[in-house]
């Protein structure tokens, strides 16, 4: 299944690059930006980010200034994180990203998969991995789960319970932390959230934030251009 979206944004982003072209004789290819310009990452730990793409609200405007991202991967979270629901865990996660609150992964083998997100679990994928990884899952079975999750099946979330758990013990997993685990991806497949979605927005944001950066007029003027005949906005 594919689901194709037509985002404002894009045309935004084609407006300015040739603004730019045209008012600096710079050629820029959004896809080869640099992702670690401290400049830009500057501007969205400011939060200055009227017209930057999903970041633009006075909630989000908050979690930026709090969070101060500093890497992709922080983006891509508060993408995923700010929504009802995991909305309630963001304090708790800017809290261990500045050390605050103790990083923990249930246990050293989940560690790759969870240091990205601070021990948290906030991604559909993550959720898929642990179950490979500690029970032993297919992926075919993990995207059972993730499906089961997703689409709130329970029946089919309770039907994979024992198999989790039995295939954690026999991967030399505590049955008491395969409980917890199991607990902690059903609490969190309410608001379940896929990466692959939240990075794609988290690239747009980025563009959009390092072309407003570097190029602030251009890209402006752009997004004015592309609020025509809505005064409102």
Same mark, same amino acid.
């Given at each position: 299944?594919?689901?194709?979206?037509? +985002?404002?944004?894009?045309? /935004?982003?084609?407006?300015?690059?040739?603004?730019?072209?045209?008012?600096?004789?710079?050629?820029?290819?959004?896809?080869? $930006?640099? #992702?670690?310009?401290?400049?830009?990452?500057?501007?969205?730990?400011?939060?200055?980010?009227?017209?930057?793409?999903? /970041?633009?609200?006075?909630?989000?405007?908050?979690?930026?200034?709090?969070?101060?991202?500093?890497?992709?991967?922080?983006?891509? =979270?508060?993408?995923?994180?700010?929504?009802?629901?995991?909305?309630?865990?963001?304090?708790?996660?800017?809290?261990?990203?500045?050390?605050?609150?103790?990083?923990?992964?249930?246990?050293?083998?989940?560690?790759? $998969? +969870?240091?990205?997100?601070?021990?948290?679990?906030?991604?559909?994928?993550? %959720?898929?991995?642990?179950?490979? @990884?500690? %029970?032993?899952?297919?992926?075919?079975?993990?995207?059972?789960?993730?499906?089961?999750?997703?689409?709130? $099946?329970?029946?089919? /979330?309770? =039907?994979?319970?024992?198999?989790?758990?039995?295939? =954690?013990?026999?991967?030399?997993?505590? @049955?008491?932390? %395969?409980?917890? &685990?199991?607990?902690?991806?059903?609490?969190?497949?309410?608001?379940?959230?896929?990466?692959?979605? %939240?990075?794609?927005?988290? &690239? +747009?944001?980025?563009?959009?934030?390092?072309?407003?950066?570097?190029?602030?007029?251009?890209? #402006?003027?752009?997004?004015?251009?592309?609020?025509?005949?809505?005064?409102?906005?």
């Amino acid at each position: 299944k594919m689901d194709f979206l037509g +985002l404002r944004t894009l045309t /935004v982003i084609a407006d300015a690059v040739s603004a730019i072209e045209t008012s600096h004789g710079v050629s820029i290819d959004v896809d080869e $930006i640099p #992702m670690d310009d401290p400049k830009t990452w500057r501007l969205l730990q400011k939060a200055d980010t009227d017209g930057v793409f999903q /970041v633009e609200s006075p909630g989000m405007k908050r979690v930026l200034r709090d969070l101060k991202p500093t890497t992709f991967a922080d983006l891509v =979270a508060v993408v995923a994180l700010f929504r009802p629901g995991p909305m309630d865990s963001i304090d708790d996660f800017i809290a261990r990203k500045h050390g605050r609150a103790k990083v923990e992964y249930y246990d050293e083998r989940l560690k790759p $998969i +969870l240091e990205e997100t601070y021990g948290a679990i906030v991604y559909q994928e993550q %959720a898929m991995r642990i179950a490979m @990884e500690m %029970a032993g899952f297919s992926a075919a079975k993990a995207d059972k789960l993730r499906k089961g999750m997703g689409k709130k $099946i329970m029946e089919i /979330v309770d =039907a994979l319970k024992p198999e989790f758990v039995t295939g =954690a013990v026999e991967r030399g997993y505590d @049955e008491k932390l %395969a409980h917890r &685990v199991w607990s902690d991806i059903e609490k969190f497949g309410e608001y379940a959230f896929n990466k692959s979605h %939240a990075a794609a927005y988290a &690239v +747009l944001a980025y563009q959009t934030a390092y072309l407003k950066t570097h190029y602030p007029y251009e890209f #402006m003027a752009s997004v004015l251009t592309s609020y025509t005949g809505r005064t409102d906005d």
